[in-house]
């Protein structure tokens, strides 16, 4: 997701000594002492994603796209031998939601975080809610914004969302996962609205249908 730029060091035309380069972070050159010159890009146009976590730069010889990397979610440093899956879907068979979530945030699953979600129930959805570490959040809310998008529980789903927004307010500051929860919205509301517009519909037929007697 991001190809560098390289710093080009400006050399004299005539100067074909090849032992006249700089070394790797020097700022002079390793024989003559020289202050060495360096090309700075010609950027053309730089365009912001909405989201605000890349953007694109126009230079002359090709089109850069930088940006947010969240895949790489696993950190090592968080883990022990005692955080595996096993021990997270031991932690949902006894009936400890906060401790199993905990493990599966560490781990950096989505599989697994996504499965935790799904065993939590919802009267105890907020104590779990205020157990999330965090520095995890950010990672949650991101995956339950994707779920809502494909999920067909929306309401909770929904849930999830607000208690998280309602205990970690910072989280608003993230537009990548709120947009993606609200265009989820969107659409549902859309869909839904033309459910209850054929059903306006259909019961204004059938009342204004006239019905007729029958005799036996």
Request: hydrophobic share 45%; glycine share 4%.
């Amino acid at each position: 997701d991001r190809t560098p730029l390289r710093p080009v060091v400006l050399r004299r035309d005539d100067d074909d000594d090849d032992e006249d380069e700089a070394l790797p972070g020097a700022k002079r050159s390793k024989v003559s002492g020289a202050k060495l010159a360096r090309a700075a890009g010609r950027v053309a146009a730089v365009a912001f994603s909405p989201t605000g976590r890349s953007f694109v730069a126009v230079v002359p010889a090709a089109i850069l796209v930088y940006s947010v990397v969240d895949d790489a979610t696993f950190a090592p440093f968080d883990v022990d031998e005692t955080v595996t899956p096993r021990a997270t879907v031991r932690a949902v068979d006894d009936g400890e939601p906060s401790k199993a979530l905990a493990m599966a945030l560490q781990l950096g699953d989505d599989q697994l975080i996504d499965a935790v979600v799904k065993n939590v129930p919802l009267s105890d959805l907020a104590v779990v809610v205020k157990g999330v570490p965090p520095t995890r959040a950010p990672n949650l809310l991101r995956l339950l914004a994707t779920r809502l998008d494909t999920s067909p529980h929306l309401e909770f789903y929904l849930s999830w969302i607000l208690l998280l927004l309602r205990t970690f307010p910072n989280l608003r500051d993230d537009p990548a996962a709120l947009r993606t929860a609200q265009r989820t919205l969107l659409a549902h509301q859309k869909a839904l609205a033309a459910i209850l517009d054929d059903n306006d519909f259909a019961l204004a037929y059938l009342a204004d249908k006239p019905t007729t007697a029958t005799t036996t």
